[in-house]
């Protein structure tokens, strides 16, 4: 059977190319919201990290009707640290719409999820979106949209994709650059038009493939998935398989069945194939796993999820200060918390470690692991991480590291300072081309010298270079690499920072700390210019005598502290630096507290290596 009431799309682009505002306007004008009803800006942007950083980081479904015609979108993180949630969601589509900035044209991220929508055989339908930007560049960058298709070996069909020119911010969209859009309509039309409907199997036993998962605290965990045979009905038994584990096979039963209408999720009784829906009721439910029918226990393949390439270890708070914010602080809480959230992430990675205080956590990126760190610790965990470090293979006997495709656009002065920090970071040019007044250029370098590069480019190009990168391949190790090449400030003993003490260290370095910040012996507070690390003492006061008194500090003037983020701190830390993260606070400190125990095995490690 043909289902011609249905089309399965997913939206997929780079970052800040307009993804979430392009399905806002899509809502908007299917009619899904009231006349008088109030609506926030990039409304799919549910998360409270996602709408502070203005990135999507969870996939998430949504529905339109159009014409007697069920449109299921799934809007997909454009950020290449969540490239599992795009990956997972192409199992749950036929087709796909490919969004591309009409002034920065495709970029890494864009041709990592299009080359996953072609090898599963899914139609395109390119969008140029922003071609109301000054800048735009809209025959350059169907040229470059046509290059990348040709470079990844796109089928004769998939070379002949329509484009739809969209301003996804006015809500317009036209086939033709010599007539103005109105509205949405050629969009919708065009999904109508080249999306194939599904050929299904409606009589034939149930069969549903999961792949996102969602938690409630009324219903428990609820799976999310296409039917991909027959029909469900609430209050059904099922079995629960999984392809990759064919020894799983457990029963349960769908005590819910929901359907997206809209934003909400529907009350229903029947689904039948084609649909995406929702169901509770089973448990130990994951994504991956394929719901069947008793009569017919047969699982789905699910699609291969890239490995990760970063790994960080995440272990108990164990400095002066830890118990004193945290709700959840624990091994167990810890471990639970971890393991919890594998079930919903699946290119993470967690492993335990020989300690019993540590776990070994691998993720795409850095920002990956800092977006779980901030949720963790916004629900009140208190813990400490290691220093992000690639993830090498051994291959053949020799050692690979994971490459990196870096891609920035800087002015025309800046290009030196670039090009100098690449060859120190032993980067290779494999592009370079002009993009208006400015420079575009596009490097493959190792994924560790990425690490601590951003604040070092943004300072380079004078706050106007834009980069973005994506992993590449896995090529043989590069050499030795020095991560930092500045120093840290650390704190003497343990008190309450000083106006006077905090005088006298701003001299020494850049200083993370302003007075009356309570610090312990080993607390970095400051980065030092020179390669070493320099103790200074923050808590030091003046004498009082006859002439002077504490008083006289209000003349001193302190340099305003420089307030480090949780992914400048990521970036900032060195090998024998930890990263203290509690729910008030982020604090940097070294792994040895104390600076003569400190110094002694710094010497060794040095008496060692040389």
Avoid at 66 to 89: L, M, Q
Avoid at 136 to 164: F, G, H, K, Y
């Amino acid at each position: 059977m043909i289902r011609n009431d249905l089309r399965n799309v997913a939206i997929i682009a780079h970052v800040d190319h307009g993804k979430t505002t392009l399905v806002d306007a899509m809502l908007k004008q299917s009619n899904t919201f009231r006349d008088n009803q109030s609506v926030d800006e990039r409304v799919m942007d549910s998360g409270d990290l996602e709408r502070e950083r203005g990135i999507t980081i969870l996939a998430k479904n949504t529905s339109i009707h159009y014409k007697d015609v069920k449109i299921n979108v799934v809007d997909t993180p454009g950020h290449a640290d969540f490239s599992g949630e795009v990956e997972r969601v192409m199992m749950m589509v036929n087709g796909v719409l490919v969004l591309v900035d009409a002034a920065e044209g495709p970029m890494p991220q864009t041709r990592f999820v299009v080359q996953k929508a072609l090898e599963m055989g899914h139609r395109l339908i390119i969008v140029v979106n922003k071609i109301d930007r000054p800048d735009a560049r809209l025959n350059e960058v169907q040229d470059e949209i046509l290059e990348l298709l040709l470079e990844l070996d796109a089928s004769d069909d998939q070379l002949m994709s329509p484009v739809v020119w969209c301003s996804g911010r006015d809500g317009t969209a036209t086939l033709d650059l010599n007539e103005k859009g109105k509205d949405l309509t050629p969009l919708f039309e065009t999904i109508l038009s080249h999306i194939k409907p599904m050929e299904v199997d409606e009589k034939g036993p149930a069969q549903v493939l999961v792949s996102s998962i969602d938690y409630n605290d009324y219903v428990g965990r609820i799976g999310i998935g296409r039917i991909e045979r027959g029909s469900v009905t609430q209050g059904q038994g099922v079995v629960v398989t999984n392809y990759n584990n064919i020894h799983l096979k457990t029963q349960g039963k769908l005590v819910n069945l929901y359907q997206i209408e809209g934003l909400q999720r529907t009350p229903c009784e029947t689904a039948k194939a084609g649909d995406i829906v929702c169901f509770s009721g089973l448990e130990k439910i994951n994504i991956g796993d394929t719901v069947c029918s008793p009569d017919c226990v047969e699982a789905h393949k699910f699609v291969k999820i890239t490995e990760p390439t970063v790994e960080m270890t995440f272990s108990v708070n164990d400095s002066p200060f830890a118990g004193k914010d945290g709700k959840w602080v624990t091994t167990r809480h810890i471990r639970d918390r971890l393991f919890r959230e594998l079930l919903r992430d699946v290119s993470l990675r967690v492993e335990e470690t020989d300690s019993a205080d540590s776990y070994r956590v691998c993720g795409r990126g850095e920002m990956h692991l800092s977006i779980l760190i901030e949720n963790m610790r916004r629900e009140g965990y208190e813990f400490q991480v290691s220093t992000p470090k690639v993830m090498f293979k051994e291959i053949d006997g020799v050692r690979y590291e994971p490459m990196e495709k870096l891609i920035v656009d800087v002015p025309d002065d800046a290009t030196g300072a670039v090009f100098q920090s690449m060859g120190n970071r032993k980067g290779e040019l494999l592009h370079m081309s002009a993009i208006g007044t400015r420079t575009r250029l596009e490097f493959v370098v190792p994924a560790r010298g990425l690490f601590g590069y951003k604040s070092e480019f943004l300072t380079s190009t004078k706050g106007e270079g834009v980069m973005n990168s994506v992993f590449f391949e896995y090529q043989p190790y590069k050499g030795e690499l020095s991560r930092r090449d500045t120093g840290s400030l650390v704190a003497f003993e343990t008190g309450e920072a000083v106006t006077y003490g905090l005088f006298n260290a701003q001299g020494r370095g850049t200083l993370f700390i302003g007075a009356g910040t309570p610090v312990y012996e080993g607390m970095v507070i400051g980065e030092s210019p020179k390669s070493d690390d320099l103790n200074v003492n923050v808590c030091k006061t003046k004498h009082l005598t006859n002439t002077r008194s504490s008083a006289s500090d209000d003349a001193l003037r302190l340099i305003t502290p420089k307030k480090m983020s949780l992914e400048e701190c990521l970036e900032f830390i060195g090998d024998d630096e930890l990263l203290e993260i509690t729910p008030k606070n982020i604090r940097i400190r070294k792994r040895i507290l104390n600076g003569e125990l400190r110094a002694k095995a710094n010497a060794k490690l040095r008496k060692g290596i040389n």
